[in-house]
């Protein structure tokens, strides 16, 4: 009787991180089985090229401060480090962003409990948890997401702690904070912009004189941090701006972006415009009566909104402002995804609160009965549909298969036989030293990329050529080169590689 008595304290004292610890340990198990199951994918293997062992680190520093400016120089430095330490294998390299993935999660969960309580924690952590946009494009994925979903959830829960100081704020926080934001600056360009709207968001409450002006602090450690960045990048970039290549989005791409954030799950979806909709009046609703509890509602208010104004700003820019430059890339918008779940959480919670009082039911009751939906209903498609599905989609995944399509060819070492890539120098040099380099045991293969000058020399020696087609279309830019000492001898259309033979030699 004692031990069962025990046992249920112990259940009602830690069941908050009992449950959290299930849910983040299904996440991670998931992560863990699948991460090595696909190839990598074009992006992936730019990484890669970024960051290739025969760049020393100066090299990469100096890359993404000339040709790659559109990225910050904090993610690549680490993905250099663990490529360098790491053995060979996909599944070695996702490992890193499987982790992060799972940190991100942690601080998500603890930004929740800061911001609001336990009860809103434990929706928080169900909703990330099940969230394949989560899974597949932070954990799934050897890029920057994951690690700029650390510092993003870093920076909210650490807002959240300064903002519970409000008028007392602490030095050691205020650092902190900035600190955190220095580094997501440093992570991605959308970064900077979460802390442009905290700021603004922050700027309100001073002038309601809810928070003190040494709030000026943590944003000033950001910039001074990033500003040495910045000018070089101005004085030294060669990489042309002018010509970005998202295409313009449409006025339907704004609703697409907010599907995008929930894993495109109507009920989470409805959730957050509820979400929004209850924050938007609960502010109106202080603002006519006197202004109680203003300042924490327009906290509320500015986290529910964040992602619709970041949607339609992004909106408004790529479609009206700078067309041709645009920015309006579905996963961008990750930087928003703490905040719309955090809201949905809030939602969902004070929902399943008025509930449990209306219904006379328990509220163990009423929130298992949810994190069972939630986990059942959408986590498991999600799980076992939505990412598996694109684990194991082909499009452009395929360079592990193309480079197991030619090993056998023993042409490729001498320069009879040469693999062409529709694709710029860092994807091939990602192609030639991972699939080729580290995966063939040291194998000296060189990938031929359309950006080359010397192609033509290279073809010149040559009795077959394999193209791959990373994108799909035709390979028009090397059988111009080709002209008519070449003809097609197969199509592998599964993985888009054109295999081209000698006929005549001049």
């Known amino acids: 009787m004692k031990q069962s008595h025990y046992i249920s304290e112990f259940l009602k004292k830690y069941y908050f991180y009992i449950i959290s610890g299930l849910l983040i340990l299904i996440q991670l198990v998931f992560s863990l089985r699948f991460m090595g199951r696909q190839y990598l994918s074009l992006d992936e293997v730019s990484q890669i090229g970024f960051i290739v062992k025969k760049n020393p680190w100066s090299s990469i520093i100096d890359y993404y401060l000339t040709s790659e400016v559109t990225n910050l120089p904090l993610w690549p430095l680490l993905a250099a480090l663990w490529y360098r330490v790491m053995p060979y294998g996909e599944g070695w ?15 998500m969960i603890k930004a929740a409990k800061e911001y609001r309580n336990e009860k809103t ?5 169900a909703l990330t948890c099940i969230s ?11 890029r920057v997401h994951a690690f700029w979903m650390v510092f993003t959830a870093l920076v909210l829960w650490r807002y959240f702690v300064r903002l519970n100081e409000a008028g007392k704020e602490s030095v050691k ?5 900035g600190l955190a934001m220095a580094g997501l600056a440093y992570s991605h360009y959308f970064g900077c912009l979460t802390i442009a709207y905290l700021f603004i968001t922050d700027l ?8 003190g002006k040494s709030f000026i602090i943590s944003y000033l450690i950001a910039g001074i941090s990033l500003l040495p960045w910045m000018i070089l990048v101005i004085t030294r970039r060669t990489m042309d701006l002018n010509d970005f290549w998202p295409k313009t989005p449409t006025f339907e791409s704004i609703p697409k972006a907010l599907l995008y954030i929930v894993s495109k799950d109507e009920a ?4 957050l415009i509820v979400a929004m909709i209850a924050a938007f009046l609960l502010l109106l609703r202080s603002s006519l009566n006197g202004g109680k509890d203003w300042e924490v509602l327009f906290v509320r208010f500015s986290l529910a909104f964040m992602p619709l104004i970041f949607a339609v700003g992004d909106y408004i820019y790529s479609a009206h402002i700078n067309p041709r430059a645009g920015i309006f890339v579905l996963r961008y918008f990750l930087s928003v995804l703490p905040a719309a ?3 949905v959480a809030l939602v969902l919670s004070e929902i399943l609160d008025r509930l449990s009082e209306k219904l006379d039911i328990s509220e163990f009751l009423s929130y298992g009965t949810v994190l069972i939906f939630l986990v059942v209903y959408i986590g498991a498609p999600n799980y076992y549909h939505d990412v598996k599905d694109e684990v194991s989609a082909p499009f452009d995944n395929t360079y592990g298969n193309v480079s197991e399509a030619v090993k056998d060819d023993e042409g490729l070492k001498n320069g009879h036989s040469v693999i062409a890539i529709n694709a710029n120098r860092a994807n091939a040099d990602g192609f030639e030293e991972y699939y080729f380099g580290r995966g063939k045991a040291g194998s000296d293969i060189h990938v ?5 000058s010397d192609t033509a020399d290279r073809f010149r020696d040559a009795d077959r050529i394999y193209v791959y087609q990373v994108m799909g279309g035709t390979p028009d830019v090397f059988t111009g080169i080709m002209g008519t000492d070449f003809r097609e001898v197969s199509f592998d259309k599964d993985i888009s590689l054109y295999t081209y033979e000698r006929v005549k030699r001049k």
Do not use: E, P, Q
């Open 173 to 177: 926080n205020i650092v902190i904070l």
């Open 341 to 343: 779940l955090l809201s």
């Open 132 to 142: 394949s946009v989560i899974m597949h494009k932070c954990g799934l994925t050897f």
């Open 268 to 271: 989470v979806f409805i959730l």
């Open 93 to 107: 390299l996702r490992l890193l962003t499987v982790l992060l993935t799972s940190l991100s999660i942690i601080i």
């Open 121 to 125: 924690a434990l929706l928080m952590a």
């Open 204 to 211: 309100v409450l001073f002038l309601r004189k809810y928070v």
């Open 448 to 452: 031929i990329s359309n950006d080359d």
